[in-house]
């Protein structure tokens, strides 16, 4: 199993541009969730979805858009980059959304986004 | 105020000490909390559930105090391999909420 993969890892992106974080994971984890992380804080929740065809606004979803096909992919669209949005990001899945269960998170590797 | 709060540190400790995390949630309703581990520049990675009743994994012991709404970690004997940054975590509802981390370096 690879587990939860991101691409790309680095990216540069101009103001105004777009582009696509890719997530995929091979654990058939029906819960999946992206991640941003600045400097000295905590992660924060952009988008989850709790299966294929369902998504929902997390924390921080304005810039940002997702899709959910297959249980495996989860990629991140940002139309129109920002400064604001120069962050790192992290794809991650679960097994259960249940508070009894153990929530454990499946990270990917991150991916490191710059906007100028 | 930050819906889940942590000492940011750093925290520098001689190999084989004890060092103690606390965190603070303002969220009453958060059901279940962790605390996850992040090497720099690596992923999250989970370290421990933490349960009322508290919890023991090897050298480090996790509580939570639902009626303060705090919740610790110890670790005791510090290894070099120890050094990261402790993430508390707060999950209501599909929501889990982190804090912003502390770091801890252990030095030998």
């Known amino acids: 199993n690879a587990g939860v993969t991101q691409t790309p890892k680095f990216r540069i992106l101009k103001i105004g541009q777009s582009m696509t974080l890719q997530c995929a994971q091979d654990?058939?984890?029906?819960?999946m969730y992206w991640y941003r992380q600045d400097p000295g804080m905590g992660l924060k929740l952009i988008y989850y979805s709790v299966g294929a065809g369902i998504t929902d606004k997390g924390e921080v979803p304005n810039g940002y858009n997702v899709s959910r096909s297959t249980t495996e992919d989860f990629p991140l669209r940002l139309e129109l980059a920002a400064p604001s949005q120069t962050s790192v990001y992290f794809c991650?899945?679960?097994?259960?959304?249940?508070?009894?269960?153990?929530?454990?998170?499946?990270f990917g590797s991150g991916t490191q986004l710059s906007v100028l | 105020r930050k819906e889940v709060e942590q000492d940011p540190g750093p925290f520098n400790v001689p190999e084989g000490a004890t060092v103690a995390f606390n965190c603070t949630y303002s969220n009453s309703a958060s059901q279940s909390f962790f605390w996850y581990r992040q090497d720099c520049r690596k992923e999250p990675k989970l370290l421990m559930s933490?349960?009322?009743s508290g919890n023991e994994d090897g050298r480090f012991t996790a509580q939570l105090n639902r009626a303060s709404q705090y919740i610790s970690l110890l670790i005791r004997d510090s290894k070099l391999s120890d050094s990261a940054t402790y993430l508390c975590?707060?999950?209501?509802?599909?929501?889990?909420?982190f804090g912003a981390g502390t770091r801890l370096t252990v030095k030998p």
């Open positions: 654990m058939n984890h029906n819960y």
């Open positions: 991650a899945s679960s097994y259960a959304h249940d508070p009894g269960a153990n929530e454990k998170l499946f």
């Open positions: 975590v707060a999950y209501n509802n599909n929501d889990m909420r």
């Open positions: 933490v349960y009322s």
